[in-house]
């Protein structure tokens, strides 16, 4: 069973940084596909960054150019650093694994484990 763990998050003025981190236990991470979502306060869980087995990644067009996933490998974690931080970017944020080498799709529904999410508040 995978567990993952994310860390990281915390209230930032608007144009600041963050670094989420998601560290995970009973799995090897570089055998999944790894995607980050957000959940903001009456509205569905939406698709933040992707990256795939092969390190192929994707993002949302409303995250582009700001926010940036990676992965160490020999840690066991995958990142999300978040720059040039907007309110609207306020939400807790999950990170998920998708046992699917060549997955990390735009749909938490393909995703098979989740951490418990970690808040980010960006103040304007």
């Known amino acids: 069973q995978v567990q993952l763990v994310e860390s990281g998050g915390g209230l930032v003025q608007a144009g600041g940084s963050l670094r989420l981190s998601c560290a995970a236990s009973g799995g090897t991470l570089r055998r999944y596909a790894m995607g980050w979502f957000r959940q903001a306060p009456g509205k569905e869980r939406e698709f933040v960054a992707a990256?795939?087995?092969?390190?192929?990644?994707d993002y949302a067009d409303s995250v582009k150019g700001r926010l940036t996933i990676s992965r160490d490998n020999a840690k066991n974690t995958v990142y999300l650093q978040m720059n040039s931080l907007k309110p609207e970017d306020t939400a807790v944020y999950y990170c998920a694994a998708d046992l699917n080498l060549w997955g990390g799709s735009r749909g938490p529904s393909q995703y098979d484990y989740w951490g418990q999410g970690t808040q980010v508040t960006v103040s304007s």
């Open positions: 990256m795939n087995w092969s390190g192929s990644t």
